[in-house]
């Protein structure tokens, strides 16, 4: 395998600077907390709406990842279907500039553009990962998985300070934006979108991409159906993968949760608003920069699998610890005083322990997602890169619509955002005991 050139490795990772901002300003950081406390109004109401829009876009991403990836493998190239899909995320972003305060009428436009969105970047994603193991030799495949993961949580700490600074901070924001009307926090869904729209053109334009197979669209489409549907019956012959997945399936869910509801937990708990909200994903994006190249390297020297396990497990004790906090106490009962009006920024005690225990999160989050992107590769025949990636997409999506829902489900009807992060804490450990199962070996 002849690998890209340095510049057309650099361009792949782009990609994940690209789509960050989505993540970082729009579905934790930003947009998430002020969807739930200003437009819906009520906190635990406006989780339990966020988690069933998310169980919605999961479930369509879990039925749909593998066959685009099937037709992707008979069709050859994947840049023009990802094309498709950063437009229809951008579309589904600029939306959310309409999600006004206080809304009634409207919402459920507002909650489709969030699904559309989601579902956007997440397949673009599927084709974007399956193109990793044809760039670089296997032996480095981890720091390139790593690299990407780094360059997307810089790409998100870059937006938050864009938002931070241009439109939260001064009095009169970027545009003349009236803070009044949350002009500020609606105008990350716009900026999201071209942000991502700009800078995926680096990947096509110098990253290379799999040769055409010369076979008709439609054709394409029957022949990665047919492929897909005799992947399926010979899973047996692909158990090792298999059980990989299946981990997956379970710890996955517990990091996209974790990442989604710590957010809006904190805003919650804390009545944290926009300014302070970014200050915080700022600081997480810092350990989660540092995490992911730390990762990346430890993924080449001591394979993905330890490198998931002990992520895994990272932020297994980092979602306990933020399940420890309530108000005034921290770790199951020991007194901390909560924010006051007086108060300066991010200076509770409550608050503090809440930051340790996030900044541990952080550190995390890009190892654990990382490698599991590297052992996909490692671990999928290269002729079927991108099925195997859409089945890696289909196990990070399958069950992902249950733990939203489980949130929601246990908010509505506890009427309290506490008791539903155990849901995260028990995905977590089953992920992390079930990559026992997993060898990791490189494909045949």
């Known amino acids: 395998m002849q690998e890209a050139s340095k510049l057309g490795k650099f361009s792949w990772a782009m990609f994940d600077w690209a789509n960050q901002p989505y993540f970082t300003v729009i ?3 930003i947009f998430a907390p002020y969807f739930t406390s200003v437009v819906i109004g009520n906190p635990a109401e406006g989780q339990a709406y966020w988690a069933y829009t998310q169980a919605i876009a999961g479930f369509l991403i879990a039925i749909l990842s593998p066959v685009f990836g099937s037709i992707a493998d008979a069709g050859g190239p994947r840049k023009p279907w990802i094309l498709v899909f950063v437009v229809l995320c951008a579309l589904g972003s600029f939306a959310l500039w309409w999600a006004v305060p206080g809304q009634t009428t409207g919402i459920y436009l507002i909650l489709a553009a969030l ?7 997440e397949f673009s994603l599927v084709f974007n990962n399956a193109m990793l193991p044809s760039l670089t030799s296997r032996d480095r495949i981890g720091r390139l998985s790593g690299l ?6 810089l790409g998100g700490l870059t ?5 931070l600074l241009g439109f939260s901070l001064p009095d009169t924001p970027l545009f003349g934006l009236d803070k009044a009307a949350h002009e500020h926090d609606r105008i990350t869904g716009p900026l999201s979108a071209v942000w991502f729209v700009i800078f995926i053109i680096p990947m096509m334009l110098f990253t290379p991409d799999a040769k055409p197979s010369g076979i008709a669209k439609g054709k394409a489409v029957r022949v990665g159906l047919s492929q897909l549907i005799a992947t399926f019956r010979s899973l047996k012959d692909y158990r090792n993968i298999l059980f990989f997945l ?3 399936m379970f710890y996955n869910d517990g990091i996209l949760a974790l990442i989604g509801f710590s957010g809006i937990y904190a805003a919650g708990l ?3 608003e926009t300014m302070t909200l970014g200050i915080f994903g700022i600081l997480i994006n810092v350990f989660a920069i540092a995490g992911s190249f730390v990762g990346g390297a430890l993924d080449d020297r001591l394979g993905s699998k330890p490198t998931i396990v002990i992520s895994v497990l990272g932020l297994a004790v980092a979602s306990m610890g933020v399940l420890s906090i309530s108000d005034g106490e921290v770790l ?15 200076s509770s005690p409550a608050e503090l322990v809440f930051i340790g225990f996030a900044f541990i999160m952080g550190f995390f989050f890009g190892p654990a997602q990382a490698a599991s992107r590297t052992l996909v590769a490692r671990l999928s025949p290269p002729d079927k890169m991108g099925e195997f990636f859409g089945l890696f997409a289909f196990s990070g999506k399958a069950t992902a619509f249950v733990a ?3 949130i929601g489900v246990v908010t509505d009807i506890t009427g309290q955002q506490r008791p539903a992060m155990i849901v995260i804490f028990l995905l977590l450990i089953i992920g992390a005991a079930l990559m026992s199962f997993v060898r990791e070996a490189e494909a045949d």
């Not at 199951?332 to 991010?346: C, V």
């Open 27 to 29: 579905t934790t950081f």
């Open 115 to 121: 699904v559309v969105g989601t579902v956007g970047v």
């Open 148 to 153: 990407g993961w780094g360059m997307g949580y």
């Open 159 to 163: 937006a938050l300070f864009i938002v």
């Open 246 to 248: 299946f981990a997956r």
């Open 270 to 272: 804390f009545g944290w």
């Open 332 to 346: 199951f009962g020991l007194p901390a005083a909560m924010p006051t009006e007086d108060s300066a920024m991010l």
């Open 404 to 406: 939203p829902f489980l």
